[in-house]
C-alpha cells in the first residue's frame, strides 16, 4: 500500500494566485480530511468528507478556499485567490474507522510570496 | 465542542532518561484519545490509542499513556529515551460518537529533544 499521496510536495506561488493541493487517500477508506498546519495555531482541521460527502467544513478560513472530493480516490484543495497567510503545510489524512484509524499524507509546504 | 491541551510546549531530556508529556482535555461526552509522532519534514504516525477498556495503553516505541478520566488527562511516558525519540509530539481527542465522530482535535504539540 502506497499510504496516502499528497501532490505537490513544495508549492511556491505568488500571492492572487490559484493553488491546487491534490490527495489520494488510501483505497477503502471512507473518510478524508484536510489539515493545515502552521506555528502559530498548529493542526487545524479545515474539513473533512464521509463517503465523498462534505461533513464539516467549519474550519475553512473564508471562501477563498474550497474542496472537492469527486470520486473515492480523489479530493482537491483550492485557494484563490491565495496570500501570503495562507503559507503553510497542508495535510490530507483517511481512515477507514473514524478517528481511530487515521493515515497521514507527507503534506504540501505552501509559500506564498 | 472538545479541546485539548499541551501543558508543555518543549521538553528537553538526556539519553536514557525518562520522559513524561502531559496532555489534558475537554470534552462534555465520552472520548477516544491518541498520542502522535511527527518526524521532521513528515506526516504524523499513530503511536497510540485509547478507545475503552485498560486505562494504560501501550504503545509503539516502548510509549505508554495513561487515561485518568477524574483528572480528564492523557500522559504520554517512556521510561528510557533514545536519539532517536527526538520529535514533535501530538495529542488529540475525538468524540466517541455523536455529530463530531470521526473528527481529530488536536494539541499544540511538545517538542521532545534528547540530548546525547
Known amino acids: 500500500d502506497a499510504g496516502v499521496i499528497q501532490s505537490p510536495r513544495h508549492e511556491v506561488t505568488e500571492m492572487g494566485q490559484e493553488v491546487t493541493l491534490r490527495c489520494k487517500p488510501i483505497s477503502g477508506h471512507d473518510y478524508l480530511f484536510w489539515y493545515r498546519q502552521t506555528m502559530m495555531r498548529g493542526l487545524e482541521l479545515l474539513i473533512y468528507f464521509n463517503n465523498n460527502v462534505p461533513i464539516d467544513d467549519s474550519g475553512m478560513p473564508e471562501d477563498r478556499f474550497s474542496a472537492k472530493m469527486p470520486n473515492a480516490s480523489f479530493s482537491t484543495l483550492k485557494i484563490q485567490p491565495s496570500e501570503p497567510r495562507d503559507s503553510a503545510v497542508y495535510f490530507c489524512a483517511s481512515s477507514s474507522r473514524g478517528p481511530y484509524g487515521y493515515t497521514f499524507g507527507s503534506g504540501t509546504r505552501l509559500t506564498v510570496v | 465542542a472538545q479541546s485539548v491541551t499541551q501543558l508543555d510546549s518543549q521538553v528537553p531530556v538526556f539519553e536514557e532518561a525518562p520522559v513524561e508529556l502531559r496532555c489534558n482535555y475537554s470534552?462534555?461526552?465520552?472520548?477516544?484519545l491518541f498520542w502522535y509522532v511527527q518526524y521532521p519534514n513528515q506526516g504524523l504516525q499513530l503511536l497510540l490509542k485509547?478507545?475503552?477498556?485498560?486505562?494504560l495503553v501501550k504503545g509503539i516505541n516502548g510509549f505508554e499513556a495513561e487515561f485518568n478520566k477524574s483528572q480528564t488527562s492523557f500522559h504520554l511516558r517512556k521510561p528510557s529515551v533514545h536519539i532517536s525519540d527526538t520529535a514533535e509530539y501530538f495529542c488529540?481527542?475525538?468524540?466517541?460518537?455523536?455529530?463530531?465522530?470521526?473528527?481529530?482535535?488536536f494539541g499544540q504539540g511538545t517538542i521532545l529533544t534528547v540530548h546525547p
Open positions: 485509547y478507545l475503552s477498556g485498560s486505562t
Open positions: 488529540a481527542v475525538s468524540d466517541a460518537g455523536g455529530t463530531s465522530y470521526g473528527k481529530l482535535t
Open positions: 470534552s462534555s461526552v465520552s472520548v477516544y
